[in-house]
């Protein structure tokens, strides 16, 4: 099957800062992208939906102007948690639609983010 | 709204079969998936269903009837590794997967 890589895997950083979360599709293209964060037992929570060549469309209750996602080739989405507080830290995982039928999905291993 | 609603924690033996129910209401349906998650990592497929019926995957199989609404996922000749989340999840009208809370598995000698 398809294979989705997340870099970094995870990722400590103080409060303030800002991270960035790469998700690639390594041996197929995908003009859409899924974000998605996981706190401690709970369920994934879809984030956005990043669209290769344009913007991405957030779902409600996510800030646009803190997470920024640029999907700038169709290999490649990247995740931006800009000025990042204690209350992100979460597993964002990344996913793409396999090309042979969009009811594929293939997830990235994940990226666990701690913010001191 | 949409609702996905399945058992927020089982327990069953090993060597034993557990059956995980989920339940859903959602706008449009184009299938049902199952997904294994352990602690810490991301989500493995496990099972796609859009027709009703069983499908029979080695130790696991789903099922699914849509005029109810309702798939489970049956896991049998448990083993100490099956312990983990599945994950129920439908994808709408839209192609947009909406996901349940997750069952956690937890398998004892």
Redesign the interface.
């Known amino acids: 099957g398809a294979v989705v890589s997340q870099h970094p895997s995870w990722v400590i950083c103080k409060s303030g800062t800002s991270v960035k979360i790469e998700c690639r599709s390594l041996d197929f293209q995908a003009t859409t992208m899924f974000w998605y964060r996981q706190f401690p037992k709970q369920s994934l929570m879809l984030m956005a939906t990043s669209n290769e060549g344009s913007k991405a469309t957030y779902e409600q209750g996510v800030e646009k102007d803190k997470f920024l996602i640029n999907h700038a080739s169709l290999t490649l989405s990247t995740l931006t948690v800009t000025s990042a507080h204690p209350e992100d830290s979460s597993f964002y995982i990344c996913s793409a639609p396999g090309t042979v039928s969009y009811n594929e999905q293939f997830f990235g291993p994940g990226t666990r983010l701690t913010v001191l | 709204g949409q609702n996905i609603d399945q058992p927020t924690e089982m327990t069953a033996t090993e060597g034993a079969i557990v059956q995980i129910n989920c339940t859903y209401q959602t706008s449009g349906f ?2 049902l ?1 199952w997904y294994q998650q352990h602690a ?6 496990l099972s ?1 269903n ?1 027709l009703d019926g069983l499908e029979e995957k080695g130790r696991f199989s789903s099922f699914l009837s849509r005029s109810k609404g309702y798939s489970y996922l049956l896991l049998k000749e448990l083993q100490m590794k099956d312990s983990a989340s599945y ?1 129920c999840a439908v ?1 709408d009208s839209n ?3 909406i ?4 069952t ?1 598995l937890i398998i004892k000698p």
Not at chain 2, 99 to 102: C, D, M, S, T
Request: glycine share 20%; aromatic share 24%.
């Open positions: 184009n299938g998936f810490g990592e991301a989500p493995t497929f796609y859009v994950l994808l192609y947009q997967l996901w349940g809370a997750g956690k």
